[in-house]
Structure formats: C-alpha cells, structure tokens
C-alpha cells in the first residue's frame, strides 16, 4: 500500500528542509563549554584504625517461626491474620500479659475482633494484605497491629518449609505504609518541623529476612523561617 498524496508532499517538504538547514553547517564538533573539573572522595582521618565490633545492630535479622499455626498448601492467603496474632501474643507473655507488660491493652483489645479478622473499632489488628515480597512467586502476609501510644507495628510472614515464619517485625509512630514492589516503606514523623523518616525495608536472601536497607530523612514541606539573631551591641569604652 502507497502513502497517501499528503503523506508525500509531507515528506517532501521534511526532506527539503532538513537539506537546506544543512547547507551552512561544515558538520565541525563545536564545544558545549568548559567542563566542571571532577572531585573524588576524599577519606577523612586515614590514620584511624577500623572498628574491630559493628556500631549499630541495624541489620539484624528478625525472624521467628510461628507456633501452632499451620500453613494449608502452602499458601497464606489460607491462613487467618487474627489466628496469627493470637500466636504472637502467647509466645511473648511478658510483653503482652500483666498489668505490667507494654501491650497488655493491645490484649485486652482482642475481644473486640471478629472470627477472621478485624471487627470493631477498638480491634488492633488492621486488614491484611497480600504480596510477594520475597520473590519467591508466592504472596507474603503484612499485617499491621495498633499498640498503645500511636505506635504501628508492621509484621511480614513468609511460608518456608510448609511453616509460617515472621521475617520482619518493627513498631513505631507511623504516617503511612507502602508496599512498593518487593519493598515496604514506612513513614514516620520527626521532630524537625518540615521533614520526615521514610525506612526502606527489603528481602536479602542471605539473612532470609526483611532488612532496613535504607533509612533516610526527607524535606517534606515549608520548614519555618529561621529565627534572625540581632547582634550584641559592644559595649563602649
């Protein structure tokens, strides 16, 4: 099939004109002006010996299998959210049980929730939902559990050897979760007015958990003006 007339008079007319634009350029390189001179980095104190012990326990793995819980076919969508929770709170009495224990009220809250799930207001676990975060081709569970003082607790349970395993668990003051493909993000308030922490939490196949693979503080709006110091008036002679 041809091009119709006006395609062809369309073309002529493009091929005219990228002739004539030609006609005054030698096709010479012409310079994109000077170059910024390149600065590597530069180690500071290189006379300090390495750290012999780590700083920080921040790469630790988390991960505990679920007791009295079983995974059907292998597949975690079978497997009740609330049923996981039960499980967490008997296998850490200390923390939940007592007059005493941190999150005795998120216990005492368990009545509020329904049969499979979360059912009333003062239930603390949240809904469920379902990706695969391990890259295994099969969904993971992420639960989120409410705990006294506006903490959020954010759980990830993974099926390994047809048994339900917890590879991540952290609480805090939270302004919003996200799954973003494999990768959950966690929001949280910071004392600087105008910026927040956003915590990137991802699979590594070597610890077979999620890891805190980035932790940043982001500029998130109008931080307020700087307060203006006046200067010291000198004192005169």
């Known amino acids: 099939m041809f091009p119709s007339r006006h395609v062809r008079a369309a073309l002529g007319l493009a091929t005219t004109a990228l002739l004539v634009a030609g006609c005054g350029d030698a096709g010479a390189l012409r310079s994109a ?37 079983t995974v059907a076919g292998d597949d975690v969508h079978r497997v009740p959210p609330l049923d996981v929770f039960r499980a967490e709170v008997a ?4 923390t939940y049980s007592g007059p005493n224990a941190l999150y005795a009220p998120t216990r005492e809250r368990l009545a509020d929730c329904g049969k499979k799930g979360t059912a009333g207001r003062r239930c603390p676990l949240l809904d469920a939902y379902y990706r695969d975060l391990t890259g295994d081709g099969r969904d993971d569970m992420v639960l989120g559990i409410r705990f006294p003082g ?9 099926v390994e050897h047809h048994r339900l395993v ?6 805090d003051s939270v302004i919003s979760v996200e799954l973003a493909g494999r990768d959950v993000l ?9 910026y927040e922490f956003r915590t990137v939490w991802t699979w590594d196949a070597h610890q ?15 931080a307020p003006p700087r307060r203006r110091v006046s200067p010291v008036p000198s004192k005169s002679a």
């Open 91 to 94: 296998a850490h009495p200390d």
């Open 166 to 171: 917890q590879v991540m668990g952290t609480s």
């Open 33 to 69: 002006g000077p170059t910024a001179t390149a600065v590597g980095p530069v180690r500071l104190w290189p006379q300090l010996a390495p750290a012999s012990t780590p700083a920080l326990d921040y790469g630790v793995a988390d991960t505990e299998t679920v007791r009295g819980v």
């Open 150 to 158: 506006d903490q959020l607790a954010v759980r990830v349970y993974t």
């Open 208 to 222: 077979h958990a999620m890891l805190a693979s980035r932790d940043e503080i982001l500029r998130t709006g109008t």
């Open 186 to 194: 966690i929001r949280s308030p910071s004392t600087l007015p105008g």
